[in-house]
């Protein structure tokens, strides 16, 4: 069956310093693969979506991340946090089952930056 | 409104009540989920509609009771809920509903069950 793990439930950066988030997945086929982001009080809003046409892929904010197939990992990072970025992310693997496709989530990763 | 809607915001209801979630999409969109998310718990999927069809059904307890007229609207009736079904309640939608559909959020009802 397929599923998340985000590693780190809280990671705390200090303004302008790197931003990694580490998410790994356990799937049985070519999975999808996506990071949300999850501001106060905000529903979830995608950051980027893997869909095998290119191992890194870049999102909005100044987000990217690398799918590591001989990892399972999909980690997340941007180069220089901001304040802005203090939200929670969540990394999730699409399944797709009889007629329904559907999203395992991890538990999510609250970011919390310093200045 | 664009996007994915959701009324009301903030919901405070007791043990006994009645009451329902409001979900509304503007994207054109074919599939529409419900999500439940506690504190320190991953989101849980309840249900999804596909083409107003229920296609999933995530073991929800029955006193949950989802309604798709159409597929731009989505409902969660309510009733004789417990202290423990205070959450967030998310709704989304998607395309077609299948596996590598981009799911768009609402920005949930938040609910409290005194």
């Known amino acids: 069956a397929q599923s998340v793990t985000q590693l780190g439930s809280h990671v705390s950066v200090s303004e302008g310093a790197l931003v990694l988030l580490r998410c790994n997945y356990s799937s049985s086929v070519p999975p999808y693969l996506f990071w949300y982001v999850q501001y106060p009080n905000q529903g979830l809003q995608l950051l980027l979506k893997y869909t095998s046409a290119a191992t890194l892929v870049k999102g909005i904010n100044g987000f990217e991340a690398e799918f590591k197939k001989s990892e399972t990992s999909f980690h997340l990072t941007k180069p220089s946090a901001h304040m802005s970025d203090a939200a929670e992310y969540f990394c999730?693997?699409?399944?797709?089952?009889?007629?329904?496709?559907?999203?395992?989530f991890g538990q999510g990763t609250t970011l919390q930056v310093k200045p | 409104e664009t996007g994915v809607t959701q009324t009301p915001r903030h919901l405070v209801m007791g043990m006994t009540n009645k009451k329902s979630l409001k979900c509304e999409q503007h994207?054109?969109?074919?599939?529409m989920y419900w999500y439940k998310q506690s504190a320190k718990k991953p989101l849980e999927l309840m249900f999804v509609y596909n083409f107003k069809e229920q296609t999933e059904n995530n073991s929800v307890p029955s006193r949950f009771s989802p309604e798709c007229p159409n597929s731009s609207h989505l409902f969660l009736h309510l009733h004789t809920l417990q202290p423990e079904d205070s959450a967030l309640y998310l709704c989304?939608?998607?395309?077609?509903?299948?596996?590598?559909?981009?799911?768009?959020f609402g920005p949930g009802t938040r609910l409290t069950v005194l």
């Open positions: 989304a939608s998607s395309q077609e509903g299948s596996g590598g559909d981009t799911q768009y």
């Open positions: 994207l054109g969109h074919n599939a």
């Open positions: 999730a693997v699409s399944v797709f089952s009889g007629n329904t496709g559907k999203l395992i």
